[in-house]
């Protein structure tokens, strides 16, 4: 089993920045793939970024250029720098890790953008 705990979330006005962390521990080796994802009131959640299992990264058309998905492999955390924020990224952003066909999902952090 993995423990994944966000961080980082809050406000921020249109164009500004922010970074989550997502703290894994746990059996953090047996990690297949670990990213982002983002729910917004109304909406079903969506992939923002992840690390496939070669260890190459994915990202959704929307955040392409804006966002990036980083690790820090020594610290078992995952980063998320989030720059040029828009409205529409207002969301419950969560981490999530799947080991072999079990996914494991943090508790999310809310990140609001001011228009």
């Known amino acids: 089993q993995v423990q994944l705990v966000e961080s980082g979330g809050g406000l921020v006005e249109t164009g500004g920045s922010l970074r989550l962390s997502c703290a894994a521990s746990?059996?953090?080796?047996?990690?297949?793939?670990i990213g982002w994802y983002r729910q917004a009131p109304g909406r079903e959640r969506e992939l923002v970024a992840a690390?496939?299992?070669?260890?190459?990264?994915n990202y959704a058309d929307s955040v392409k250029g804006r966002f990036t998905i980083s690790r820090d492999n020594a610290q078992n955390t995952v980063y998320l720098q989030m720059n040029s924020l828009k409205p529409e990224d207002t969301a419950v952003y969560y981490c999530?890790?799947?080991?072999?066909?079990?996914?494991?999902w943090g508790q999310g952090t809310q990140v609001t953008v001011s228009s």
């Open positions: 999530k890790a799947l080991i072999r066909w079990t996914e494991y």
């Open positions: 690390f496939r299992s070669s260890g190459s990264t």
């Open positions: 746990g059996s953090t080796f047996s990690i297949n793939t």
